[in-house]
């Protein structure tokens, strides 16, 4: 099951998103890191320094895309320019599979930069899947969607954010980033069991899955990437694993980001979960 | 409601600038109360009503695009002042919202924007307009595309006037009122210097920046913006290199070129060819020539 037709059938372990204060890090010491996560975005530039640092983290490390501002949801076409430096940055990671958000963030040619709310409904949901294929027969490329966190909630939803997310994926016949740390966040906030989610969406579709730290208000959860993971999100993805199998995990860290050997070490802790799934399929 | 109508109406309120306490405006955009406009379309909780839920991503959208600003801008901020530079920034961005993919291109059409806005700058507009000029100047060259230069030994047999030099993507060519290229690799190491400060210090900071933009005096210069090993630098040059690489630029011939570019000089007929010749060897040498 983790090596499947979503994820390039590979057989990646834990990542760590790669971020610009590590690069010093990675490119002196070259720590051991089983695969980096990059933001699409930031490299679907014409040159300079953030492609040649990517050239040197190519060199040695095995690299999968994340993208933040594909905005499947939209319901307005794909940019052609976005699309365009994408395949090109595509070309260049060679990828085994890309990602980027279950969401909405343009509307009219505006752009808001954020990870907005869809509506689960059934016409969005047959306008976001037809999205992806577009941009997938395009990329020639696997693509997978990630659940995102969310602060509001449509009149006009008509099913669960589980049900929508599979009612996409199976109409786009895709994968999905399972982001564990997004559901917990989204749990507290819209009052519903998060293993409900785990345990609705259809295993074999998991590509990859996210791990994070958020921060809690009074009244609300901020999915802030700039914490460690807390235990009940540990266990979400101990669940997550026990329905998927082993399979690519990556630790997102974006704010206040610590030292690489801190964000690593978080990121190791997954290891538990992912060998007590390897010991269980050699038992 | 449509998806597309929901996305819309979503949206407007998200982009509708804040208040002065950073809330959400009680006026929705279509002039209606913001209450009922968030909950014609958003459901509340039993923690937060509809109003307070659309508030999150209409904060956040703000602080998203404000903070872009304040990365991409230092020496335009040190101009005008954080609280000017911060309700200038609110202004453009009400205009001119983000039409890309990248915040990266956020700040795009500023130059022209303050241009047609000279009010945010008042007396200080020729030094606004020219900061944000090389300010948006950095971010082409630090991330524009180079091609393989060509070294002075690639150019010893381009004599010939027909000849069309290439320079590469990534160089940009100004021409300044204010020599604000001092003014804003002055801003930048206060930043670096500042980053862990205490209030005090920061004060003092501010107080050195408006003293450092107040003694500023106009003075016309000419800039490139060029890389070396990925690191963008200012370099100031003669007004009659600006000219041959605006020329060259332009697509002018090599020869043609060079006679615009010396049409007005003031340099000894006789030192012409000897300036010229060392010119494009400096060029040259710091890569600025590729192939056609």
């Given at each position: 099951m983790p090596a499947n037709r979503f994820n390039g059938f590979t057989e990646y372990g834990i990542g760590i998103g790669l971020r610009a204060p590590h690069y010093n890090h990675i490119l002196t010491r070259k720590p051991v890191c089983d695969w980096f996560e990059i933001i699409s975005e930031n490299f679907m530039i014409d040159g300079g320094r953030p492609l040649h640092i990517l050239d040197q983290i190519l060199e040695q490390y095995k690299v999968v895309q994340h993208g933040v501002s594909m905005y499947f949801g939209s319901a307005e076409k794909a940019n052609r320019e976005h699309l365009r430096r994408l395949k090109e940055l595509v070309k260049r990671t060679k990828t085994p599979w890309l990602s980027d958000h279950l969401c909405w963030g343009s509307v009219d040619g505006r752009y808001t930069?954020?990870?907005?709310?869809?509506?689960?409904?059934?016409?969005?949901?047959?306008?976001?899947?037809?999205?992806?294929?577009?941009?997938?027969?395009?990329?020639?490329?696997?693509?997978?969607?990630?659940?995102?966190?969310?602060?509001?909630e449509f009149h006009v939803s008509?099913?669960?954010?589980?049900?929508?997310?599979?009612?996409?994926?199976?109409?786009?016949?895709?994968?999905?980033?399972?982001?564990?740390?997004?559901?917990?966040?989204?749990?507290?906030?819209?009052?519903?069991?998060?293993?409900?989610?785990?345990?609705?969406?259809?295993?074999?579709?998991?590509?990859?899955i996210h791990i994070a730290g958020h921060s809690k208000y009074r009244k609300y959860i901020l999915d802030t990437h700039d914490h460690p993971v807390i235990d009940p999100v540990w266990k979400l993805y101990e669940r997550a694993i026990q329905r998927v199998g082993h399979t690519a995990t990556l630790l997102e860290w974006d704010d206040s980001i610590p030292s690489f050997q801190e964000v690593h070490d978080e990121a190791m802790k997954a290891d538990r979960f992912l060998s007590a799934t390897l010991l269980a399929t050699a038992v | 409601m449509k998806l597309h109508a929901l996305q819309r109406?979503?949206?407007?309120?998200?982009?509708?600038?804040?208040?002065?306490?950073?809330?959400?405006?009680?006026?929705?955009?279509?002039?209606?109360?913001?209450?009922?406009?968030?909950?014609?379309?958003?459901?509340?909780?039993?923690?937060?009503?509809?109003?307070?839920?659309l508030e999150i991503?209409?904060?956040?959208?703000?602080?998203r695009v404000l903070s872009s600003m304040i990365e991409d801008f230092p020496g335009l901020r040190a101009v005008l002042g954080e609280r000017r530079f911060e309700e200038m920034s609110k202004a453009y961005i009400t205009d001119c919202p983000s039409r890309s993919f990248t915040l990266r291109n956020l700040g795009a059409r500023l130059e022209s924007w303050l241009r047609k806005h000279p009010n945010w700058a008042g007396a200080k507009q020729d030094l606004a307009v020219d900061?944000?000029?090389?300010?948006?100047?950095?971010?082409?060259?630090?991330?524009?595309?180079?091609?393989?230069?060509?070294?002075?030994?690639?150019?010893?047999?381009?004599?010939?006037?027909?000849?069309?030099?290439?320079?590469?993507?990534?160089?940009?060519?100004?021409?300044l009122k204010y020599p604000v290229d001092d003014l804003l690799l002055e801003v930048r190491q206060d930043d670096e210097d500042t980053d862990f400060a205490s209030n005090a210090f920061q004060e003092k900071r501010k107080r050195k920046r408006v003293q450092a933009v107040a003694k500023l005096k106009p003075q016309p210069i000419f800039l490139a913006v060029h890389r070396i090993d990925d690191s963008v630098y200012f370099r100031r040059i003669e007004a009659e290199e600006y000219r041959i690489l605006k020329a060259l630029h332009a697509g002018k011939p090599l020869g043609e070129a060079i006679e615009l570019g010396l049409r007005k000089t003031a340099i000894a007929r006789e030192e012409r060819a000897a300036a010229v010749q060392q010119w494009f060897q400096n060029w040259a040498a710091l890569g600025w020539f590729c192939k056609l």
């Open positions: 930069h954020d990870l907005l709310p869809m509506p689960y409904t059934f016409e969005a949901a047959k306008l976001t899947a037809q999205k992806v294929r577009e941009v997938r027969d395009f990329l020639e490329v696997p693509l997978a969607v990630e659940n995102v966190s969310s602060y509001a008509e099913m669960t954010e589980w049900d929508f997310l599979n009612e996409v994926v199976e109409r786009a016949d895709c994968g999905i980033l399972l982001d564990v740390n997004n559901i917990y966040v989204s749990s507290q906030n819209h009052s519903f069991n998060p293993f409900d989610y785990v345990n609705g969406v259809p295993a074999e579709r998991v590509a990859q | 109406t979503m949206a407007r309120a998200v982009m509708q600038p804040l208040t002065r306490s950073e809330r959400m405006q009680q006026t929705a955009p279509d002039g209606k109360p913001m209450r009922s406009y968030a909950a014609r379309i958003i459901k509340p909780n039993d923690r937060l009503t509809s109003f307070e839920r991503y209409n904060r956040q959208y703000w602080f900061i944000t000029r090389l300010e948006w100047a950095d971010i082409e060259a630090f991330d524009g595309r180079d091609e393989p230069s060509l070294g002075p030994e690639d150019l010893s047999g381009a004599a010939d006037a027909d000849v069309q030099l290439k320079l590469q993507p990534y160089l940009q060519l100004l021409s």
